[in-house]
């Protein structure tokens, strides 16, 4: 009984078991290349497939990915190739938008979605999708590299020639060259070159000063931080000064952009990936949270636009994520946890991506904050960055251990209190908790000086 039939593993699953539980399977699909036209009927599959792809694990989808056929193949039996997995990539000529009718709007939930036509090595051929990068989507952006991860459906007959058709949860940016009017700058374009999906910037955007790593930001997470490690020179010669004012006061513009940082290790996290599409998509078992804190010299910070917000001088808690640790500092965060009375604080230096400006608890904001009118105190914000080519330095002051104090307000000192990460927010978020901090900004002494940072 087709009821009693068990899935596969999600390791295992292929696209072909998951869509014919939705109704799309062969028999669908055969359906669809009765013709070398689109039927009304042959137009409500390809907007089911539409609705449905972008709810599929991507791992399920890449699992069933398939080479490319050749021109022969495709003019000699193109039906075989139909529910099929391809990866498509190539320039983009022509990006419109459609429109679903007021029946199938209702049944599907979404109102459009666009057709690009891209011209590959074998050809032109048209990727239907819900989802493009923004500086596309008035269709005035032509002449970029872009790839999709497409489901053949049929060939479809056009001007002077037949051209597959193919359907695709997004369509992924990858420019070559920096565009000053797209904001496309050459650390994205370096992004582009290791394989990142600079689109996926477009929804990071909208998620600074929020907890956690959402999950449409997950696939942009485990993407760029498994890029990073395949690509660790090309990401050290492209590595800049920071710009820590911008990254606070306008993430917006830094997100994507590369830095060289310099800090004290404060503290190492190892975070288990226990995702079966991540695992086996990006090959990711593990990575590491890194508590490292920079340098401010004699420039402060004022967590909040308020007089009596808490202010940071000295040294300033950034979070940074990397897939691998040097065995000295691996050792030396074993002996950390084993021995409540050794703290590290170790010279490190790495490259780093700037990926968002997140909310997260921290003790500092227990003891220093003003309390809300409910008696909670809000989070602390501050950056996340993912990173490559960690370096262990050597230390000048000839101890480990030493921590360094914090000054609170210009009066007065206090031990560094130990920040409580949360990496992963599950469940019900506290929509009050995000409108409020959502407004809240960084008040910076001379931000120009921020920008000027020792990097070592």
């Given at each position: 009984?087709?009821?009693?039939?068990?899935?596969?593993?999600?390791?295992?699953?292929?696209?072909?078991?998951?869509?014919?539980?939705?109704?799309?399977?062969?028999?669908?699909?055969?359906?669809?290349?009765?013709?070398?036209?689109?039927?009304?009927?042959?137009?409500?599959?390809?907007?089911?497939?539409?609705?449905?792809?972008?709810?599929?694990?991507?791992g399920?989808?890449?699992?069933?990915?398939?080479?490319?056929p050749?021109?022969?193949?495709?003019?000699?039996?193109?039906?075989?190739?139909a529910?099929?997995?391809?990866?498509?990539?190539?320039?983009?000529?022509?990006?419109?938008?459609?429109?679903?009718?007021?029946?199938?709007?209702?049944s599907?939930?979404?109102?459009?979605?666009?057709?690009?036509?891209?011209?590959?090595?074998?050809?032109?051929?048209?990727?239907?999708?819900?989802?493009?990068?923004?500086?596309?989507?008035?269709?005035?952006?032509?002449?970029?590299?872009?790839?999709?991860?497409?489901?053949?459906?049929?060939?479809?007959?056009?001007?002077?020639?037949?051209?597959?058709?193919?359907?695709?949860?997004?369509?992924?940016?990858?420019?070559?060259?920096?565009?000053?009017?797209?904001?496309?700058?050459?650390?994205?374009?370096?992004?582009?070159r290791?394989?990142?999906?600079?689109?996926?910037?477009?929804?990071?955007?909208?998620?600074?000063?929020?907890?956690?790593?959402?999950?449409?930001?997950?696939?942009?997470?485990?993407?760029?931080?498994?890029?990073?490690?395949?690509?660790?020179?090309?990401?050290?010669?492209?590595?800049?000064?920071?710009?820590?004012?911008?990254?606070?006061?306008?993430?917006?513009?830094?997100?994507?952009?590369?830095?060289?940082?310099?800090?004290?290790?404060?503290?190492?996290?190892?975070?288990?990936?226990n995702d079966?599409?991540?695992?086996?998509?990006?090959?990711?078992?593990?990575?590491?949270?890194?508590?490292?804190?920079?340098?401010?010299?004699?420039?402060?910070?004022?967590?909040?636009?308020?007089?009596?917000?808490?202010?940071?001088?000295?040294?300033?808690?950034?979070?940074?994520?990397?897939?691998?640790?040097?065995?000295?500092l691996r050792?030396?965060?074993d002996?950390?946890?084993?021995?409540?009375?050794?703290?590290?604080?170790?010279?490190?230096?790495?490259?780093?991506?700037?990926?968002?400006?997140?909310?997260?608890?921290?003790?500092?904001?227990?003891?220093?904050?003003?309390?809300?009118?409910?008696?909670?105190?809000?989070?602390?914000?501050?950056?996340?960055?993912?990173?490559?080519?960690?370096?262990?330095?050597?230390?000048?002051d000839?101890?480990?251990?030493?921590?360094?104090?914090?000054?609170?307000?210009?009066?007065?000192?206090?031990?560094?209190?130990?920040?409580?990460?949360?990496?992963?927010?599950?469940?019900?978020?506290?929509?009050?908790?995000?409108?409020?901090?959502?407004?809240?900004?960084?008040?910076?002494?001379?931000?120009?000086?921020?920008?000027?940072?020792?990097?070592?």
């Amino acid at each position: 009984m087709p009821w009693k039939q068990r899935l596969p593993g999600r390791n295992t699953q292929k696209l072909n078991d998951v869509l014919k539980l939705f109704g799309l399977g062969a028999d669908q699909f055969a359906r669809l290349n009765q013709n070398d036209s689109l039927s009304p009927s042959d137009q409500g599959l390809i907007e089911q497939l539409l609705f449905r792809l972008p709810n599929i694990s991507l791992g399920v989808v890449e699992r069933s990915m398939q080479s490319w056929p050749t021109a022969k193949q495709w003019k000699e039996s193109p039906q075989q190739y139909a529910g099929q997995v391809f990866s498509v990539s190539g320039t983009l000529t022509r990006l419109t938008r459609q429109e679903l009718s007021a029946n199938a709007q209702t049944s599907f939930q979404y109102r459009y979605y666009y057709s690009a036509h891209i011209k590959t090595p074998s050809g032109v051929v048209t990727v239907l999708t819900r989802t493009v990068p923004l500086a596309f989507k008035d269709g005035s952006v032509t002449g970029q590299n872009v790839q999709a991860s497409a489901v053949f459906t049929k060939i479809v007959k056009g001007p002077g020639h037949n051209q597959p058709l193919l359907v695709s949860s997004r369509l992924g940016w990858l420019p070559e060259s920096p565009i000053d009017k797209l904001n496309v700058t050459a650390d994205l374009v370096t992004l582009a070159r290791i394989g990142f999906d600079i689109g996926l910037l477009d929804h990071l955007r909208t998620r600074n000063r929020t907890r956690g790593i959402g999950g449409k930001e997950r696939e942009s997470f485990y993407q760029l931080l498994s890029r990073l490690s395949q690509n660790a020179e090309m990401i050290r010669d492209a590595a800049n000064k920071p710009q820590l004012a911008a990254i606070l006061q306008q993430p917006e513009t830094q997100q994507g952009r590369i830095f060289r940082f310099a800090g004290n290790l404060r503290r190492i996290t190892k975070v288990v990936v226990n995702d079966a599409d991540v695992r086996d998509r990006f090959k990711l078992t593990q990575y590491y949270q890194l508590d490292v804190f920079i340098s401010l010299g004699k420039r402060s910070i004022r967590l909040g636009s308020k007089k009596d917000d808490p202010v940071i001088r000295t040294q300033f808690p950034m979070t940074f994520c990397v897939m691998n640790v040097p065995e000295s500092l691996r050792t030396l965060a074993d002996k950390a946890a084993d021995d409540a009375s050794f703290t590290m604080n170790e010279p490190v230096q790495l490259n780093a991506v700037f990926f968002k400006l997140w909310m997260f608890n921290s003790s500092f904001m227990d003891r220093y904050a003003t309390k809300r009118a409910d008696g909670s105190v809000p989070p602390q914000l501050g950056p996340l960055l993912l990173g490559t080519n960690l370096v262990h330095l050597k230390r000048e002051d000839g101890g480990s251990g030493q921590i360094t104090a914090w000054i609170i307000g210009g009066s007065g000192t206090v031990v560094l209190a130990v920040i409580c990460f949360i990496l992963w927010r599950m469940g019900r978020r506290d929509r009050e908790i995000d409108r409020e901090l959502s407004k809240k900004r960084f008040r910076l002494e001379d931000p120009d000086k921020l920008n000027d940072l020792d990097t070592m």
